[in-house]
């Protein structure tokens, strides 16, 4: 079946630390993969895409995503967190053919100041 | 440029009752997908509208069921509510589900509580 993972539903930084959070899916085959990230009373907004090409995909706010096709992973990174990017964040994977999103259970990350 | 719109906001109805919630798509999009995302989860894809046909569903029972409008917009409707039914339920609008790449743009969801 189709599912996708996140390693860490919690995560506690300190502001400038580094982010790497996890996420793999169940099976290879043509993906699109996604990172989506919900702030505080906010709705699900997109951090970055890949659909092909270079597998280290850079999106908003100094995100970036490697997509691993021999792992079946996409992880999610940024150098130095603020403040600001406490969030919860989900990984989301359409494979080819598919029409639906399926979402990993999200990671839920407080940055402290 | 006009984003997805979710109504009510807020809903709370009580075990057997149905429900309608309501979805308007971001201009453009032809494609309407809804997601429900209980507490402490991901979101779960329950059916996708394409052009005003259904176009794929998830693991959800026959209860749940939805419509597409010629605007595109769309509903979802829920009866015989059960008390898991509890959750955000989401709306994404994407341009053209027949690409690969479309992407999808979600609304602030409706929050419906089932007591």
């Known amino acids: 079946a189709q599912s996708v993972s996140q390693h860490n539903h919690h995560v506690i930084l300190s502001e400038a630390a580094s982010l790497e959070l996890g996420c793999n899916y169940s099976?290879?085959?043509?993906?699109?993969l996604f990172w989506y990230v919900q702030y505080p009373g906010q709705h699900l907004q997109l951090l970055l895409k890949?659909?092909?090409?270079?597998?280290l995909v850079k999106g908003i706010k100094g995100f970036e995503a490697e997509f691993i096709k021999s792992k079946f992973s996409f992880n999610l990174r940024k150098p130095s967190v603020q403040w600001s990017d406490t969030a919860e964040y989900f990984c989301?994977?359409?494979?080819?053919?598919?029409?639906?999103?399926?979402f990993g259970a999200g990671t839920i990350l407080r940055v402290k100041s | 440029e006009t984003g997805v719109t979710q109504s009510p906001t807020h809903l709370i109805k009580t075990r057997g009752q149905q429900v309608t919630l309501r979805c308007s798509s971001q201009?453009?999009?032809?494609?309407v997908s809804w997601y429900q995302q209980a507490l402490g989860q991901g979101p779960q894809f329950i059916f996708q509208?394409?052009?005003?046909?259904?176009?794929g569903r998830g693991n959800f029972p026959p209860r749940f069921s939805g419509l597409q409008f010629p605007n595109y917009s769309s509903e979802l409707n829920v009866n015989a509510l059960e008390l898991d039914d509890s959750a955000l339920y989401l709306c994404?609008?994407?341009?053209?589900?027949?690409?690969?790449?479309?992407?999808?743009?979600f609304g602030p969801g409706t929050r419906l509580t089932v007591l």
């Open positions: 509208y394409y052009r005003e046909e259904e176009n």
């Open positions: 989301a994977v359409k494979w080819e053919y598919g029409n639906k999103l399926v």
């Open positions: 099976y290879g085959g043509t993906v699109n």
């Open positions: 201009s453009g999009h032809n494609t």
């Open positions: 890949y659909f092909s090409g270079d597998p």
């Open positions: 994404a609008s994407s341009l053209n589900d027949r690409l690969a790449n479309d992407e999808q743009f």
